[in-house]
């Protein structure tokens, strides 16, 4: 088509600046439906907890049973963790100590990790909080019984950054795992 490839080129390069287009938008288009991001299950309570980092859903941690009757019906959760107390951001991992009841949560903008009482629910404040892992873009979080540490991965410098379960809010990583070869 003649004039095609010009015109997508002008298109391609074209700007809208915001003083150009002084209104509100008339509408806005969002998906209420979160986005499951991470899980983590409780055998003994019967209990899955599933991230959920979309924030036009309200980024939280979502509770619900492991056992439930087959439906086609959207199953809505027991509870939830969410608000700005919870301090999630846009939590993209999830792990579960049973033993000492907590629950740790993980936010891949900032690193922060949250620690909350294992059956915690609402707009609730986290039991601690360690401020952020450096580098930034946290992508998980994996409990370590055996040795009671937290291993938390972080994207794009592919590194593996180990703390001690009961962390401080300030704590420095106590050793990490990063190279060309990991």
């Known amino acids: 088509q003649p004039g095609f490839a010009s015109a997508a080129r002008?298109?391609?390069?074209a700007s809208i600046s915001s003083a150009e287009c002084p209104r509100a938008p008339a509408r806005a288009i969002s998906d209420p439906n979160p986005v499951l991001r991470a899980i983590a299950i409780d055998v003994d309570k019967g209990e899955v907890f599933v991230a959920?980092?979309?924030?036009s859903a309200d980024t939280s941690i979502l509770v619900y049973n492991s056992q439930f009757p087959p439906t086609d019906r959207i199953m809505e959760p027991k509870r939830r963790i969410a608000g700005p107390k919870a301090d999630l951001g846009m939590v993209c991992g999830v792990a579960i100590s049973t033993q000492h009841g907590e629950l740790y949560s993980v936010q891949g903008e900032s690193g922060a990790i949250n620690a909350f009482a294992l059956d915690a629910t609402g707009?609730?404040?986290?039991?601690?909080q360690l401020d952020g892992v450096t580098p930034r873009?946290?992508?998980?979080?994996?409990?370590?019984v055996k040795n009671d540490e937290?291993?938390?991965?972080?994207?794009?410098?592919?590194?593996?950054?180990?703390?001690?379960?009961?962390?401080?809010?300030?704590?420095?990583?106590?050793?990490?795992?990063?190279g060309n070869k990991t």
């Open 150 to 178: 937290l291993v938390i991965t972080t994207e794009h410098v592919n590194r593996l950054s180990v703390f001690p379960r009961n962390f401080s809010k300030d704590e420095e990583a106590k050793r990490f795992v990063q």
């Open 123 to 128: 707009n609730v404040d986290p039991l601690r």
């Open 10 to 13: 002008s298109w391609r390069t």
């Open 52 to 55: 959920n980092d979309k924030e």
């Open 137 to 144: 873009s946290t992508a998980g979080i994996y409990l370590d």
